[in-house]
């Protein structure tokens, strides 16, 4: 999901984004998923970010 930010951060951003990551019939992954890998446009720097903690929320910047 984004969502426009009112204003434009001094680094550039102009959205904040959410992702959700579930499993079939929306049961507990947290048992069976070690880490979520988020691949980004090239553009990014470290278009390849992973996350192994935190992961109900979790910012990635430009």
Do not use: C
């Not at 499993?23 to 090239?42: A, S």
């Amino acid at each position: 999901i984004a969502q426009l930010r009112k204003k434009v951060t001094s680094e550039g951003f102009t959205h904040d984004w959410m992702v959700f990551v579930r499993g079939p019939e929306t049961g507990d992954i947290q048992h069976f998923v070690e880490k979520v890998v988020f691949r980004l446009h090239e553009s990014f720097p470290k278009p390849k970010r992973g996350t192994t903690e935190n992961m109900h929320t979790n910012k990635f910047y430009r």
